[in-house]
């Protein structure tokens, strides 16, 4: 509870007057990930993570369409929620030493995903500015207030318990280790809102 407290009446307010370090994307829709390429051309030396996103040829294929940088980008792929989002990407910002990171979904996530990466990043220190990708579409994951309850309280619980304790993913690759031509062997199909198709 001390650290938090430090955290908060410290390093945040701290780290909020520092430049984004990170760009954090949630998954849900391909959109998300289109902008995340256009970031990605403009700040190519500033880690992307994101976090259970698209199948990852799709990924990797929208970065090369747009000619980004891929040795910055790393995928985690063991999240299934909101919540999951901040869970397992926390370790990761946290490796990586991020103070400040630009938190990348939809305008029609936003609620949720403010409401938890103020708890479950804030307690870490680590200060969120928000960015919002264009979408042309409805993304997957939807806003239901009754979910946006539970996992605001979950979040406070895990705010204290990931003080001392780091879930890790077993499923975190980076986006240049993409395998694509074993994909093509396997067959995937990508969002039509990126014009991918295989």
């Known amino acids: 509870m001390v650290n938090i407290l430090l955290n908060l009446i410290f390093k945040l307010p701290h780290n909020g007057t520092l430049p ?9 829709s391909i959109n998300r990930e289109i902008y995340a390429a256009q970031l990605a051309k403009k700040n190519p030396h500033t880690p992307i993570l994101i976090s259970q996103g698209s199948k990852e040829p799709c990924i990797l294929l929208i970065f090369q369409r747009d000619q980004a940088p891929i040795d910055q980008v790393w995928l985690e792929n063991c999240a299934e929620s909101t919540f999951g989002n901040f869970f397992f990407s926390l370790p990761v910002l946290e490796r990586w030493q991020v103070r400040k990171v630009t938190l990348i979904t939809s305008a029609s996530h936003l609620p949720r995903a403010k409401l938890l990466s103020y708890v479950l990043l804030g307690s870490h220190g680590i200060w969120v500015d928000l960015d919002i990708a264009p979408e042309t579409g409805v993304p997957g994951n939807q806003e239901f207030w009754f979910k946006t309850g539970i996992d605001l309280v979950r979040s406070l619980f895990w705010a204290l318990l990931s003080q001392g304790i780091r879930p890790s993913c077993s499923k975190l690759y980076q986006l240049e280790d993409v395998d694509l031509s074993a994909w093509k062997t396997k ?3 990508c969002e039509k ?4 198709k295989y």
Do not use: C, E
């Not at 984004?20 to 849900?28: I, M």
């Not at 809102?193 to 991918?196: I, N, T, V």
């Open 193 to 196: 809102q990126g014009k991918l």
């Open 20 to 28: 984004s370090d990170a760009f954090l994307v949630l998954g849900g």
């Open 187 to 189: 067959g995937f199909r």
